[in-house]
T-cell receptor
Framework: ETGVTQTPRHLVMGMTNKKSLKCEQHLGHNAMYWYKQSAKKPLELMFVYSLEERVENNSVPSRFSPECPNSSHLFLHLHTLQPEDSALYLC????????????????FGEGSRLTVL | GQSLEQPSEVTAVEGAIVQINCTYQTSGFYGLSWYQQHDGGAPTFLSYNGLDGLEETGRFSSFLSRSDSYGYLLLQELQMKDSASYFCAVLIYNQGGKLIFGQGTELSVKP
């Protein structure tokens, strides 16, 4: 139990569907992140929120739309995805933008496994 | 840009010592972190090196040499439960801190 909860754990959707991934952290952290993990590839940073304000969008296609209504919740809205978007989507949080005391310490959820048909 | 290189797979036997290397190319960074991820699980933070040298935490140690653009994770007294993927990551200066990950090393511990 990392203190970061992601739902759903598994999601299958068609290319025309609209769905959302949810992340909740119970750690009192100020920063939250979305990462994409594909097989045999490094974790790719998608979005960073600090104090509910989006501070980075890593050139992610507009079919991925993040939302951070408060410091404990983060969503990733999905629409008109492509099969190559199938991956594990990981949410993480940290006490501040750089991880606790700039140690790069992030707390990850277990991820949402997305399959796009 | 930034890039990190790790071996894709390492195999070792129970009780042995294994070293997972990480070489990087990046301009300006705070330090090097290591994460462990079991199959189907969340990546979990293992260690951080902000300065050159060795950091020890129980059976795990991590090392950084900025002059060589190189670091490693050392796992001693290997146990079956250590079978997992291990990622190095650099915390770069960009925009107040951004964590860039390597592709991961899959460690298999055999009896």
């Amino acid at each position: 139990e990392t203190g970061v909860t992601q739902t759903p754990r598994h999601l299958v959707m068609g290319m025309t569907n609209k769905k959302s991934l949810k992340c909740e952290q119970h750690l009192g952290h100020n920063a939250m992140y979305w990462y994409k993990q594909s097989a045999k590839k490094p974790l790719e940073l998608m979005f960073v929120y600090s104090l509910e304000e989006r501070v980075e969008n890593n050139s992610v296609p507009s079919r991925f739309s993040p939302e951070c209504p408060n410091s404990s919740h983060l969503f990733l809205h999905l629409h008109t995805l492509q099969p190559e978007d199938s991956a594990l989507y990981l949410c993480a949080s940290s006490q501040d933008r750089s991880g606790r005391a700039k140690t790069g310490e992030l707390f990850f959820g277990e991820g949402s496994r997305l399959t796009v048909l | 840009g930034q890039s990190l290189e790790q071996p894709s797979e390492v195999t070792a036997v129970e009780g042995a010592i294994v070293q997972i290397n990480c070489t990087y190319q990046t301009s300006g960074f705070y330090g090097l972190s290591w994460y462990q991820q079991h199959d189907g699980g969340a990546p979990t933070f293992l260690s951080y090196n902000g300065l050159d040298g060795l950091e020890e935490t129980g059976r795990f140690s991590s090392f950084l040499s900025r002059s060589d653009s190189y670091g490693y994770l050392l796992l001693q007294e290997l146990q079956m439960k250590d079978s997992a993927s291990y990622f190095c990551a650099v915390l770069i200066y960009n925009q107040g801190g951004k964590l860039i990950f390597g592709q991961g090393t899959e460690l298999s511990v055999k009896p």
